[in-house]
C-alpha cells in the first residue's frame, strides 16, 4: 500500500541545506519494574512485561563461584553446565533435543564466575512447555556417559581453537599475567587440557548436586506477557524443583587478587602473524564501587568506546593503524578490569603500544566538559533502544542478579549519570589507573621484541604461543 | 499466524524509496538506508572497493567535517553504523525521536553531497583501516579465509559472487580518488535507494521530513542491469584443499542455490535446517553424538539476488578422525534426505526455529528496519515482512525433498579443506 503524502506544515523540498537541524533532549527514561515474587523452594520470580516483545527470554541464575571447584577438576561447572539439555532422567537426549526443538526453544547454559545461567528463548505460546524443560533439565539431568566424553573431548578440542584465535589467546595470558596464580580468576573458566582430561560422570554429578539448587536462585522472564499467568506456569514447573539439602551459600564478594609481579608486559610468539593482538590492563571496581559506577561507564566512553574516543582518534582515525581498539572498565562479581584492546599490523606494533599508553596516561590528567556531556548523553539517551528487546532485558537483569544489585541498578546508574562533572570523571579514572600496567602482545614477538624492550615500560619477556 | 507490523510506502519525486512503520513502544526512531551496491556490482581490479566507500561515508560531507557524523549522532544518543555485503549497502542510526531531523539532515548530507570532502588523506586513512579490518577479521584468524575459498570454489570466475566483500590487499591499494567519484556518481542516489523509520513517529510526518531533506536531492537515472540467468547446480565436484596452521580439519560444503525469492529458496533453505542447522538435525545426530566423528556440524543459507544463493555445510572434523571418512558420511546423509525427505518431526523443527528466529529479528526496531529495506530495496515488498513465515509454512515435505534432489546432490557440491598439518599449500 502506498500512502499520499501530507506535507502539511513541512517546509518545502530543498530548504534543508546547510543548517543543521537542532536536536530536541529526550526525558528521563527508566529500566522496566519486574513484578516479584517468590516460590516455597526458594526460588526467585522476576517477571518484566515488554508489549510487543513475542519472543520470551528466560534466565536462570544459579549463584554459584568456580572458586568451588577442586583444583584438579576445573572446568567441571563449565561442562556441567554444557550437560544439562543432553538428556534428563525422563528423557534421551536425542528426546529432550526434539522436545525443545519442536517447539521452537533455544537452549543454552553456560558459567561466569559469579553462577551458572541458564538462557532460553521460545515463541510467546510454548512458554509452559519451555519452563517444564528448564525445569527438567536443572533438577534431573541424567548427564549421559557417552555425552560426558563427548564434551570433555569438545572441550579439549576447543582449548585448541582457542590457543589458535590471537583474541582468546592474548586474554588467557592476561589471566595468567596479572591475576595472582592462587586464585582461580587466574585460570580459564571451562578448565585446561590438564584438569578437564580426566572429568568423569561422577565428577559432573557430584558437582551438580552440591551446587545446583532452587534455594538461592533466580528465574527472570521478559516479553510480552499480556495473557500469560506467570505465577503459575513457574509454579507448575520450576516449583517442583526441590531444595538443596543445605542452603547454598552466595559466592563471596572478595575480589580476585593481582599477582605481585602483574605489571609487566609479555609478549606471546606467534611467527610469521600479520597483526599483533594487544590487551593493556589494570584493576578496575565492580559495579558496587561508591562513587559511582556510573563514572566508569562515561570514562569507558569518552576513553576508548566510540571511533572519536580518545584511543582510535589517534589510532584509528589519525594513524590508521587499527580497523579499531576498546578501552572499557569490566566490572566482575567483585574488584573488575579496565582493559583495553584491539589488533594493529605487526610493522607499527611498537609506535601503537607506545601511543597507546600515552594516551592512556593523558587520561590521568583529566576529561573536559564536552567529553563529559557527550558520554553521558549518549549513554542515557542510548538506554531506551538498547534496553528494548525481551533478550536484553533478561540479560541485564540476569547481570544484576549475579553481581548480587538490585534491579533498581540500571535506572538509578542511568539517573546518578546526570549528575557526573568532569571531576568526578578524572577522580573515577585516577582512582584505578596509575599508569603501571599488564600488556599482553600477540603476534610476531621477533620482529618487535628488541623494541618493546628499548621503551623501557617494564620488564618484558617472550612466551610460546 | 500473519504479522500485523504496519508498513507504509511513498515514492518521492526524485525516486527515493521511503518506507514508514510506526511503534511508539520506545521514544526512539531507526533511520535504515539501503543502497543498491555492493561487492557484486565491483569490477576486475577494485574488489573490495564497495567497503572502502562505505567507509568514506563517515569522513565527511559537504556541511558536515570529517568524523562529525559519529560524533553529533552519538552524543544525540544514537547508535549507529553501516555494512556493506554482496547485494548491498546499507546505512543506519537508532536515535531518540528528537534527533531525527539531526540525522536525516546528515544522511542527506552525505548521500547527496559527499564528493565535497573526499579527499587523497581520507582515502590513504581508511584504506589502511580497512586492511586492518581484513588482517583482524580474515587473514589473522584460523578459518578466516575459508568462505572466500568457498565463494572462488562455487561460484564461476566471471560471477558476481566469486569474491567476496572485503576484497584483495592489491586492489585496495590500486583505488584511487577518481574511483571513489565515479562510484558515487554511478551508485549513489535517491533513485537507487530506500529509507526506512521504524519507531515513534507517523507516517505522514515522516515522510514530509525525508521530504524536506532529501527531495532535493537529483535522481542519478540510474538502470540496473538485469539479473543474471539463474546459475545451474555443478555438473561435478569442485574442490580447495588448504593446509596449514589450523587447530582441526574443518570441512566446508557448499551448494548453489535458486535466488532469494525462487519458490524453491525456502525449500533449500529447509532442507539444510534439517540436515545440519538443528542439534536434532540429522548430520548432527549421526557425526556429532552418534559416530562423534565430529565436534560440530552447522548448516546456513545466503540468499543472493544475482543468478545464485549459497547453502553450505561447516563440519569440524574431531581429533584422529578420517576427515575423508566424514565427508562421506556427510554425502550418504544428503543422498538419504534427496530419496526419503526430512522426516516430520525434522521440518517441525525447521519451522519452529525459523519462526522463532525471525521472530527475534524483527523484535528491535532497527532489525525490523533493515529487513523492511531489504524487502523494498531487492524485491520491491516491504509488506514481505509480515508474510515470510507464511510463505515458509506452506512448503510441503515433498517440495523441501525435491529441492534437496535438485539442488543438494553429492555431485554438485563445492568443498574446501582447511586440514591441520605443515604445509601452507597443498
Known sequence: MTSAAQHDGAEAPGTAGETRPPVTPPGRWTFPEPATSRLANGLSVLAYDIPGQYVLSVRVVVPLSTRAEPRDREGVATLMARLLDEGTEAHSTDEFTELLERRGIDFGAGLSEAGLTVHVEVPKRNLGAALDLVHEALATPSFPDREVGRLVRTRLAEIEQERASAPHRAMREFAATYFDPAERASRPTAGTVETVSGLTRADVVAFHATHVAPNASTVVIAGDLAGVDVAAAVADSLGGWAPGPVPVAEPSRSAARAAADARRIVLVDRPGSVQSEMIVGCAGPDRHVDPTWSAYSVVSFVVGGSPNARVDAVLREDKGYTYGMRSAFRPRRAGGLFLTTGSVRTEVTVEALDLLLGILADARDGFTAVECTNGVDFLRNTAPSRYATADAVADEAAGLVLDGLPSTFTTSNLDAMATLTPEALTAAYDRFVDGRWTVIVVGDAGAYADRVRALGRGPVSVVAN | ?426
Do not use: C
Open chain 2, 1 to 426: 499466524m500473519p504479522l500485523d507490523y504496519p508498513v507504509v510506502r511513498h515514492t518521492l519525486a526524485n525516486g527515493l524509496r521511503v518506507v514508514v512503520s510506526p511503534d511508539h513502544s520506545i521514544p526512539t526512531v531507526t533511520v535504515n538506508l539501503w543502497v543498491n551496491v555492493g561487492s557484486r556490482h565491483e569490477v576486475p581490479g577494485r574488489t573490495g572497493f564497495a567497503h572502502l566507500f562505505e567507509h568514506l561515508m563517515f569522513q565527511g560531507s559537504r556541511n558536515v567535517a570529517s568524523g562529525d557524523h559519529f560524533a553529533l549522532l552519538m552524543a544525540a544518543g544514537g547508535r549507529l553504523n553501516a555494512t556493506t555485503w554482496f547485494d548491498r549497502t546499507n546505512y543506519f542510526e537508532t536515535l531518540p525521536t528528537g534527533a531525527l531531523d539531526l540525522a536525516l539532515w546528515l544522511e542527506a548530507d552525505r548521500h547527496g553531497h559527499l564528493l565535497d570532502a573526499v579527499n587523497q588523506a581520507n582515502l590513504d586513512n581508511q584504506r589502511d583501516v580497512v586492511k586492518e579490518e581484513k588482517r583482524q577479521r580474515y587473514d589473522n584468524v584460523p578459518y578466516g579465509n575459508a568462505l572466500r575459498d568457498l565463494y572462488a570454489t562455487v561460484f564461476p570466475e566471471d560471477h558476481p559472487y566469486h569474491h567476496p566483500t572485503i576484497g584483495s590487499m592489491a586492489d585496495l591499494d590500486a583505488a584511487t580518488v577518481e574511483d571513489v567519484h565515479a562510484f558515487f556518481r554511478a551508485h549513489y542516489g535517491p533513485d537507487n535507494t530506500v529509507l526506512s523509520l521504524v519507531g515513534d513517529i507517523t507516517p505522514e510526518d515522516a515522510i514530509a521530513r525525508v521530504d524536506r531533506f532529501f527531495g532535493d536531492l537529483p535522481a542519478i537515472g540510474h538502470v540496473a542491469r538485469p539479473t543474471l540467468p539463474q546459475l545451474a547446480p555443478l555438473t561435478e565436484p569442485e574442490r580447495h584443499t588448504v593446509v596449514g596452521a589450523v587447530p582441526n580439519d574443518r570441512l566446508y560444503l557448499g551448494f548453489r542455490l535458486p535466488v532469494e525469492r525462487d519458490p524453491q529458496f525456502l525449500a533449500a533453505a529447509l532442507a539444510i535446517e534439517a540436515l545440519a542447522g538443528l542439534s536434532m538435525s540429522r548430520m548432527v545426530r549421526r557425526l556429532v553424538r552418534g559416530e562423534q566423528s565430529a565436534t560440530s556440524v552447522q548448516g546456513h543459507t545466503m540468499g543472493f539476488v544475482d543468478g545464485v544463493s549459497l547453502g553450505l555445510l561447516a563440519i569440524d572434523v574431531a581429533e584422529g578422525v578420517d576427515p575423508d571418512r566424514v565427508e562421506e558420511a556427510v554425502l550418504e546423509e544428503l543422498r538419504g534426505f534427496a530419496t526419503r525427505g526430512a522426516t516430520d518431526a525434522e521440518l517441525e523443527a525447521a519451522l519452529a526455529g525459523a519462526e522463532r528466529g525471525w521472530l527475534s529479528d524483527l523484535a528491535a526496531q532497527d532489525q525490523r528496519a533493515d529487513a523492511l529495506s531489504h524487502q523494498a530495496l531487492l524485491h520491491d515488498d516491504p509488506d514481505y515482512v509480515n508474510r515470510f513465515l507464511d510463505d515458509l509454512s506452506a512448503v510441503t515435505a515433498e517440495e523441501v525433498a525435491a529441492a534437496a534432489q535438485a539442488w543438494l546432490a553429492p555431485g554438485s557440491r563445492g568443498v574446501v579443506a582447511y586440514l591441520t598439518g605443515e604445509e601452507d599449500v597443498a
